[in-house]
């Protein structure tokens, strides 16, 4: 087992995995997240994209190949130790925005602070500098059920910034979004990212989203490929279109 290059935050070799019903979700899948970096992984629906960033995050167990942290083996951890990496080090971002419903805003969005033991005040006040960037900052006091959804995102997107993570996985974080919210929220996150020197990977099936990444991998039925060619529907920022694409070297 040879250890990552130190400029990796994240890296894997040969990455295999199968879901539960025996399909295919990975296929030897290799590569490297420089610290700081943001990587957009694009590629149609199914071809992959959640699958790398749960291996990446921990979410999911590792059967075949190697997932490194910062030279450490995900892929040898237990769920303990994998939970813990993902309260302490990790951040989140769902396509659907999930909040509890009997936290109000900056409860919600301080949760994970709060649960590595930050105290009450320290960790809205770290909530609300972000749910304020995010322009949400005056819903607060607000029960989720009292937002709308764009608005839900938001809240999701400061709970995953506000324990200042060093990266965070977002998987199609602006896919339920209208076009002006989802600029407003890319920007954010980016801009967010590259100030606090936090590594970002997005997946995405939409080339304008992909478009605001350092680099872009490729996925196509769980391989690396070295185009996908996805033009956007009328109307949809986010819609997935056919893919075209030939093979990776």
Known sequence: MVAPPDNDVLWTRALH????????????????????????????????????????????????GEVWFNSVPVHTMGPVAR???????????????????????????????????TGRRRAKTAAMEWLERLDIGDKARRRP?????????????????????????ADEPTAPLHRADHRHVLRTLTA????????VVLATAAPDTAAVADRTVSLLDGRRVRTVHLPPVPGSAEAEGRAACSLSV
């Not at 813990?84 to 419903?101: N, S």
């Not at 709308?148 to 995953?160: L, S, W």
Request: one cysteine or more; charged letters at 25%; hydrophobic letters at 40%.
């Open 17 to 64: 995995f199968r879901h539960d019903d025996g399909s295919p979700g990975l296929s030897g899948v290799s590569l490297g997240v420089r610290e700081g970096e943001i990587l957009a992984v694009s590629g149609p629906r199914g071809s992959g994209k959640t699958t790398l960033l749960r291996c990446l995050s921990g979410l999911v167990p590792v059967r075949s």
């Open 83 to 117: 939970e813990r990496l993902r309260r302490e080090r990790f951040g989140w971002i769902d396509t659907d925005p999930v909040l509890i419903p009997e936290l109000n805003v900056w409860e919600n969005a301080a949760l994970p602070l709060m649960m590595r033991g």
């Open 145 to 169: 059920d009292e937002l709308v959804q764009a608005e839900r995102q938001r809240v999701c997107i400061a709970r995953a910034l506000a324990p200042a993570p060093s990266v965070v996985f």
């Open 192 to 199: 967010a990212a590259r100030s606090h020197g936090i590594t």
